[in-house]
């Protein structure tokens, strides 16, 4: 079956513009996390949502930082007025939560170059 | 705050080497998963460990976890190019589904 998909790819933008980044869970998986890492580093978690609520929103880093989902899938995470600083590999995950054990599946991420 | 540590931090041996990580908390977790993340992908599930004590083998991987459910292991013999990549742990605590992870290991196996 398909897996976690993240689009776009790379997205490449000038500092001060707002960028929204797409995650496509695996379809029948309730909950989606997103999570930042920087080169070669391991992972910052931001948001995580069960169905189209996020309980957790701990690690946004800023309230330049926005995510929402609606119908219990799609999820977009929005950053406005992007600093350099937000440059990173933006990774989404989703899992099954009836498992009791959350294994996620991510998707490839999406690099983010703020120029 | 439940904090896994993971070390070594940095590890480069040559192909046919064993090695073994470690993923280490002060906190209890009901169950510990081990990730494997190539350059530019997801990283990508390896097992999950739930009980105490517990041993999983995968191929030339073996991962423990810890008999107070505070720690696990990862053991690969003979170590080959392919097993390059950043090795992440990450624990549920059991109060809901977010996942703890650690800052993961960065490993490098020379041909």
């Known amino acids: 079956g398909a897996g976690v998909s993240q689009s776009p790819s790379n997205k490449v933008t000038e500092k001060g513009k707002d960028v929204e980044l797409r995650c496509d869970p695996i379809s029948g998986h309730t909950a989606l996390y997103w999570y930042r890492q920087s080169l070669g580093q391991g992972l910052e978690f931001l948001i995580y949502?069960?169905?189209?609520?996020?309980?957790?929103k701990s690690g946004l880093p800023s309230d330049r930082f926005s995510a929402e989902r609606t119908g219990g899938s799609v999820s977009t995470l929005t950053i406005q007025r992007t600093q350099q600083e937000d440059s990173a590999v933006y990774l989404c995950a989703s899992s099954l939560v009836r498992t009791s054990t959350y294994e996620q599946y991510f998707g490839p991420g999406t690099r983010l170059t703020v120029t | 705050t439940q904090l896994l540590e993971q070390s070594p931090q940095f590890l480069s041996i040559q192909e046919g080497e064993n090695l073994t990580v470690y993923c280490n908390s002060s906190s209890v977790f009901s169950s510990l998963q081990w990730y494997r993340q190539e350059p530019g992908e997801g990283p990508v599930l390896l097992v999950t460990?739930?009980?105490?004590?517990e041993v999983k083998k995968l191929k030339r991987l073996t991962f423990q976890f810890g008999d107070a459910r505070k720690d696990s292991s990862l053991h690969i013999t003979a170590a080959q190019p392919g097993d390059t990549g950043l090795y992440l742990c990450?624990?549920?605590?059991?109060?809901?589904?977010?996942?703890?992870f650690g800052k993961g290991i960065t490993l490098s196996v020379r041909p």
């Open positions: 949502f069960q169905g189209n609520s996020a309980p957790d």
């Open positions: 460990v739930v009980t105490g004590g």
């Open positions: 990450a624990g549920n605590a059991g109060a809901n589904s977010k996942l703890t």
